[in-house]
């Protein structure tokens, strides 16, 4: 192998457009943050909370900031990113070290489980919705039942 052969394998990798996936060029990539409560730094607490997008033009870059606009920005689901950042690397914390670490305040925290919560009732399936072979007719498992 030839030392040019192996640097053009080693290369940078392309830069690829958030919409449509093409690899953009260097001279026409756009960037841009927008507010996104979904979004946790793994490391830098600053930067929670904004998604940089990456458009191979400027009709990309401006149908992708617009799908964000729609996006609701939820506090909470910010704040339980901040909460499972550092406890994914403190496990044992208390209430007081929690809010020490992430930042935020009883009152926040006492928000978030309760979003957290609510979620997770919504997504659980209502009694009597599941699919169990023997199931009545009527329920979600009538295939075929008269």
Known sequence: MHDS??????GPDPVLCDLCGVAAP????LFSLVPDSSVIHPYDPEQDG????VACGPDHLGELRQQYRQRPYVKEEL????????????????EEEL??????NFLQIE?????????FLSDQTPPGEHERPGDAPGTTDDKGAS
Not at 5 to 10: E, G
Not at 50 to 53: G, S, V
Not at 83 to 91: F, K, N, T
């Open 50 to 53: 904004l998604r940089r997008l």
């Open 99 to 104: 809010a020490e670490v992430t930042g935020l």
């Open 79 to 94: 704040w339980a990113g901040k909460i499972a950042r550092a406890l994914g690397s403190q496990p044992d914390l208390d």
């Open 111 to 119: 928000r978030t489980l309760t979003w957290e919560s609510e979620r």
């Open 26 to 29: 260097p001279a026409s990539q």
């Open 5 to 10: 052969d192996q640097s053009a394998a080693t």
